[in-house]
Every structure is written in C-alpha cells, then in structure tokens.
C-alpha cells in the first residue's frame, strides 16, 4: 500500500510542477469551454508520465463531464472548440465527451476536427460517415 502512496504522491508532485506552465499555456481558463471557476489540472492518459500535452486545465464541470457526467447534448456545445487544439489532452478529451453525445452536430464536429483518423474511428465507431 506505501508503494501506491509513494507513486501517487510523486505522480501529483510532477503534475503540480507543470501546474505554472498549464496555467499560462491556458491562459487561465478552462481549455474547454474557456470558463474561469475552480481550474485545476485532469489528465488525459494515466498511464502516461504527466506531461503538458497529457494535461489540460479544466473547470468543475469540465471535470465532471471528462469524469462521465452525463448532460443533455446542447449543454456539451460550449466544449466542441476544443477539438481543434493542437494538444491532445484538450482535443481527444473533448472528443471522448462528445462521442456520448447522440446529437448530430457532436459527430459532425468530430470527425471535421484535425483529430489523427484513427482516434476518430475509435470514438465514431468503423462504420460511421
């Protein structure tokens, strides 16, 4: 249990570490939905080493909908400018949310955003155009 602690506690120590850089990078706001309340770091890969294209920097709600919250779709309009991002994080996080989302404007953002064709497969599904 001390071994998972320690990994853990070193993983927060390297995310708050580019904490200064994420921050400016976002130009303190939500890389979402641009919002400014209660801003903090959410990792896209955990198993990736935390790095600022694996970081973003995501308001509240932002957080809870990467987390799975689920909302009705106009609500999720406000995060699909993210997927032109050239950072991964921001991008295919923004992605993985609307994938959920059954309206079609979501679909159709996704697979016009610059999203590498495979990743867009994977939330899209082989057969949809």
């Not at 995310?15 to 801003?39: M, N, Q, S, V, Y």
Request: hydrophobic share 40%; aromatic share 8%; glycine share 8%.
């Amino acid at each position: 249990m001390a071994k998972g602690y320690l990994a853990n506690r070193e993983r927060q120590e390297a995310i708050a570490e580019l904490g200064k850089d994420l921050a400016r990078r976002a130009k303190f706001t939500c890389e979402w939905c641009e919002g400014k309340g209660d801003l903090r770091p959410w990792e896209y890969s955990l198993e990736a080493e935390p790095t600022l294209e694996n970081l973003a920097l995501l308001c509240g709600s932002c957080r809870e909908l990467a987390e799975g919250k689920k909302v009705p779709g106009h609500e999720l309009y406000v995060i699909r400018s993210a997927l032109w991002s050239p950072i991964p994080a921001v991008a295919i996080g923004a992605a993985r949310v609307l994938s959920r989302c059954t309206e079609p404007w979501a679909r159709e953002a996704i697979e016009e955003s610059l999203i590498d064709e495979a990743v867009k497969q994977e939330f899209l599904g082989v057969g949809w155009e």
